[in-house]
């Protein structure tokens, strides 16, 4: 009994990080790696969106870790699986078809991040009681998001560290954007004769500072120089062409549905509800400049380097065009290799920016990232075979056979359908974010489109630190005070605060999009309360899940929830920017605000015991 005796702060925060690290190596880290490794945009977008579908399909076998072992096997199990995958992954990376291999271990990886994921979710309620569940469902959260950004960030930084060390001397590229650079930018500056140098191989930039002013350019014109530049790039075997280019030119011909109800239907939505706004359609894109790099000597016969350029800090405004990933060898090394930024047409003010051109061992920094991962997942199952707790509920069944495990697996799809209120609490699950789901989808473009479109017009920087940073602090206290505020009265008593908190904070938006204000302050505020909001909001929504699912069966029946929860979310999102379209900003908002009625109906047909989610002493009489 000492074992249940065991602090959630043990488990809790170590248990939603492991659950959250592989997903977002599956999702980002996945992708960044393939792009510095020299995968196409079309190979990554296809390959990796497919990696999706364990989670997608996970309630399927979610009955199985209901019926086999227990909760807190399956844990260590699959973290031990996990630690495995990432260890293949990072095995296979300096292989010649590390593309394939790394892809087999992924899917690996995403199977056994689904299940570990059933298995936490199951064995989080079954570890607490409703009291502590209440309380700790913001921290869950918040460590679920803490490895969001360990993935994000530490891991990616880690990763760069490693390139910056073990190649060549990094480069480093200054952008200097001011109104006060009127010259023109868009020609390519003449070839210039190379000559091998002494001293240790490295990069040349042609100059310190690339100026850029921050007038606009003709678009047409851009283009026509943008393609120039490529083509000088491809010729010279810096860069490969996009094979998909043409294909996607040729399917761009309007469907059946397009011709004959999307459009139809979405010209009717514009002519009778859609804003009426007169725009100024601008010739003028953001302004360009050209920077020159080539080696100093030629590279040891049958070697190539590769010069992979990001951001390294200051305004993310002004962003890399072309060039960011550069190919040189024994035969090229002696020409010139073009790299376009080009900063945010919204950008008037002066401003900086550094790149840096990293050109070390790719496939071994990323090994050594994915071996750092592999070790923690190992550390992670000796950690929790020790610290888990271990509930007398979490217990296997018995005299299991072949045929009742198909009878229990259908008889948990069948169970999950007959409890109490099912109708009522699959309506919940379905709409409850019907509103906040299509806003989700629109807040970024709203922030980042012109003001003559119904925008905000602010820069790709600003919207950063607005959504990225401001945006997130209102999320994360929100869903920590959430818990905190649920576990002292209940689910029943804070369900209603909780949906308004939810629902009434859209409105920030409405007001953003009819004053258009040009105050970042006041920008921030509004996307503050909205994040705030949703957060705290956020918390009965999960806490709902907890309630429907306790019983026998809470694990499965939990996992079936969560796919109403992203069916939830992916079918409102999924017509919201066509709506937007049709409607403008400001009747969009709008009409998100009338959705709001919807999930107001789904939470008055709930009926939930008063001292769910109560601590002990408050359900005392």
Known sequence: MKENKRS????????????????????????????????????????????????????????????????????????????????????????????????????????????????????????????????????????????????????????????????????????????????????????????????????????????????????????SFLQEVIALNERNGFTTKDKVTDEEAANKEQSMWTTHISKPFGNWIKDNFGEKRYTIKSEHTGNVAVAIVSLSQQPEKGKEMVLNTTLNKGDNSISLLHGDRLTFNEKNWNRQAYLVFQIDPKLTTASTAEYKGLSGNIPFAWSITFFVLAGLFIFFSFYHRVFLPKPESDKPHTHLTASSIASEFLSTFKSFFKKPQAAAAIFFMLTFRFSEAQLLKLINPFLLDSIDTGGLGLTTGEVGLVYGTIGIIGLTLGGIIGGFVAAKGGLRKWLWPMTFSMLLTIATFLYLSFTQSDSLIVINICVFIEQFG?????????????????GEQKTAHYAICTGFMALGMMIPGMFAGWLQEQLGYNHFFIWVMICSIIPIIAVALLKIDPNYGKAKEETKE
């Open 8 to 223: 959630p702060w043990a488990w809790i925060p170590s248990l939603y990080l492991a659950e959250g690290l592989p997903y977002v190596a599956v999702m980002t880290i996945s992708v960044i790696m393939y792009k510095r490794m020299g995968i196409s945009n079309t190979d990554i977008a296809l390959y990796t969106s497919w990696l999706y579908l364990p989670w997608v399909i996970k309630p399927f076998w979610s009955p199985f870790v209901d019926l086999l072992k227990t909760k807190r096997w399956w844990i260590t199990t699959m973290q031990i699986l996990i630690g495995a995958g990432f260890g293949g992954i990072a095995f296979t990376i300096p292989l010649p078809f590390f593309f394939q291999a790394t892809l087999a271990f992924f899917w690996l990886l995403a199977f056994s991040s689904a299940t570990h994921d059933i298995a936490a979710d199951g064995f989080y309620m079954l570890g607490l009681n409703t009291n502590q569940q209440a309380k700790y469902v913001g921290i869950r959260s918040t460590f679920y998001r803490v490895a969001t950004i360990m993935g994000q960030g530490v891991l990616i930084i880690l990763a760069g560290f490693l390139e910056s060390t073990s190649g060549c001397e990094p480069v480093k590229i200054s952008i200097d954007a001011s109104p006060q650079y009127t010259q023109s930018t868009l020609y390519i500056p003449k070839a210039r004769n190379i000559t091998p140098q002494e001293g240790d191989i490295r990069f040349i930039v042609d100059t310190d500072v690339v100026r850029i002013g921050t007038h606009g350019v003709n678009k047409d014109s851009l283009d």
């Open 534 to 550: 949703y957060g705290f909001g956020f918390t009965a929504y999960m806490l709902y899940l907890m309630y429907y699912s306790d």
